[in-house]
């Protein structure tokens, strides 16, 4: 029906004849002239039609923005002063011979070009929201990054294979969506987390390099950078050490980004440990632009009389730690009571603080409700340690270390941005030698930090056993700007290992072959060394948008409330299906 896409045709085509469709974006009667605004997704190029053309301007009068065109017209050189240098079609416009209303439209709920449209209504117009050039542009990003991915690994031997969307529940560490079997009745599948335990079995297989842009499904809260379902790319490979999927993963991500953004990402990656991420920035995907850093007074503090600070600096399970703002001071008290409530979302139950006056002055240049209980030397030890100067403010955190490293690693990003303290560009980061596994309070038993096939960097089965804290994983986690972008590990391999971390997990003999007797098997027919990595391809086309949430960059995204506004899911089914698959619906528990 059409010759070319609007917004490529550019000033190379100047008189020649070209037939266009595409969606009315604006129509305008300027003096009996009337110029239409056609768009597709590669943009927009002016219409112009003339009254001389009277059947052709009697169907322009009566279009409206949204009604769907099929124009034939001549590109002509646009009038001197009238050229829009922000379009590629900005030199031209198309002299319109013949025009066709293809579809008429009713009154669009928002006008595309309106930025401030609630999310509610974007989403029940959904079909209408994905028609704005951002969205566009967003949806063509996707698909050249899943495009150059897909190129990247097939240039470096990997297959292409899927795995199941049925198989069953295993405990990845949330909850499963679950589906009723009608024909094993009182049985249920469950719609994959992960395809990890899968694509093991594909190492095992001989496979030796697969990847899949796969679906994924977890029941979980969701938040901006969250999604009941979601699309990674997952791969595995076999015979490999952890620096060569780094450096496999690497390069692909250098290539992506250069060919998208033109950006040139280091190479290689720097690489911190964990427990350094945890300590200094508080988080183990910390944001590498933002300068701030938390500093460790645990050993300057612990004698001191203020028990505040003492206590938990004197308890190995806490920590007390500060982080140091230059030029901090002008903040003022109802900006730090903004900052105390914000810490206290991650369980902080105060911030303190000390404003820097004048350093040179001792405890007098100080300005805090915590000075008076500290004394010189203490005070001395603080601003040598954190390296403080006139016109600083500190902000300090004590108490259970997690709830430190938390709040004030949320505190630090917060800060960064408030601030003006975030540097442009892409910082990509590799994060290593996480805990095998962290203790559950509540359960009161070990659980896996990543998952429970991730290999232990010590193969002593005696040392894991009796040490379980003190392990060490072979995982990996890229990532970028304060984001994680992928994760992964060198897997477990042999049977007895297997075996060994499922127990330490609570995971008895009979329980493991119940869930995972499949996996325990096939790691006894001879397993090849593996391991691989999965990275969010929501998450990285978002951040290479620059967009806030997920939904920007989802075609048919889920709200917070995991609902679909556009079809109305989820939705009630019939009595007849349930009673098919031998479910019997209960009401739903009102809250007291």
């Known amino acids: 029906m059409r010759s070319h896409y609007c917004g490529v045709v550019d000033a190379a085509f100047i008189d020649q004849e070209v037939t266009l469709c595409g969606w009315v974006h604006k129509r305008r009667d300027h003096g009996g002239v009337i110029f239409i605004d056609l768009r597709d997704r590669e943009g927009l190029i002016q219409v112009v039609v003339d009254p001389d053309t009277a059947e052709i301007f009697t169907i322009a009068e009566q279009v409206r923005n949204e009604y ?65 050039p951002s969205m566009q542009a967003h949806m063509q990003l996707r698909s050249s990054v899943t495009q150059k991915l897909r190129n990247s690994l097939d240039d470096q031997a990997f297959l292409d294979v899927e795995t199941p969307i049925l198989t069953r529940a295993t405990p990845e560490g949330a909850r499963d969506y679950l589906v009723p079997s009608r024909t094993h009745q009182g049985s249920y599948f469950a719609l994959p987390q992960s395809p990890q335990l899968f694509k093991q079995i594909l190492m095992m297989s001989g496979i030796d390099r697969y990847y899949q842009f796969a679906r994924c499904f977890r029941d979980e809260d969701l938040r901006a ?54 300590a200094v920035y508080g988080s183990d995907k910390p944001d590498l632009r933002i300068d701030l850093k938390l500093v460790e007074l645990s050993e300057e503090l612990a004698n001191v009389e203020f028990k505040v600070f003492s206590g938990p600096a004197s308890d190995p399970a806490s920590r007390v730690a500060a982080i140091n703002v230059p030029g901090g001071n002008t903040l003022t008290r109802k900006e730090i009571d903004v900052y105390t409530e914000f810490v206290g979302r991650y369980g902080a139950k105060g911030l303190a603080y000390i404003k820097c006056n004048d350093v040179s002055a001792g405890k007098e ?65 590799w994060v290593i030698d996480f805990p095998m596994f962290e203790w559950d309070e509540g359960t009161k038993r070990w659980s896996a930090l990543h998952h429970p096939f991730t290999a232990p960097s010590s193969t002593d089965l005696d040392h894991l056993r009796n040490n379980p804290g003190e392990a060490l994983s072979r995982a990996y986690d890229m990532v970028l700007n304060g984001t994680e972008l ?29 869930k995972f007797g499949f996996l325990l098997n096939a790691l006894r027919y001879g397993a090849p060394p593996h391991g691989g990595i999965a990275f969010g391809i929501d998450r990285l086309v978002m951040l290479m948008a620059g967009a806030s949430t997920l939904r920007d960059v989802m075609a048919f995204p889920k709200t917070q409330s995991a609902s679909c506004l556009l079809t109305d899911a989820p939705g009630s089914v019939s009595d007849r299906q349930l009673k098919e698959l031998g479910v019997k619906p209960r009401k739903p528990v009102q809250p007291a």
């Open 68 to 132: 769907v065109l099929k124009i034939t017209g001549r590109v002509r050189r646009r009038p001197e002063g009238t050229i829009n240098p922000e379009l590629r079609t900005g030199e031209i416009e198309v002299l319109a011979k013949d025009l066709v209303v293809l579809n008429a439209a009713q009154t669009p709920p928002f006008q595309l070009d309106d930025d401030d449209v609630q999310e509610e209504t974007r989403m029940r117009y959904r079909y209408i929201d994905l028609r704005r």
């Open 225 to 278: 950078d969250r999604q009941p379902e979601f699309t990674q790319l997952d791969m595995e490979m076999s015979f490999v050490e952890e620096k060569d999927i780094m450096q496999t993963t690497e390069r692909m991500m250098r290539e992506l980004f250069d060919s998208q953004l033109g950006v040139q990402l280091p190479d290689p990656f720097p690489t911190m440990t964990y427990a350094e991420a945890i």
């Open 365 to 429: 240049g100080l300005q805090s409700p915590i000075v008076k209980n500290l004394d010189d030397d203490a005070i001395a030890a603080i601003l040598a340690k954190t390296g403080a100067q006139s016109g600083d403010l500190i902000f300090f955190g004590a108490g259970k270390a997690s709830v430190v490293s938390d709040s004030l690693g949320a505190l630090r990003v917060k800060l960064g941005h408030d601030l003006g303290r975030v540097e442009e560009g892409w910082r990509p980061l």
């Open 486 to 514: 992928g994760g992964g590990s060198i897997r477990i391999h042999d049977a007895a290992m297997q075996q060994q971390v499922l127990e330490l997990l609570g995971i008895g003999e009979e329980e493991a072959e119940d």
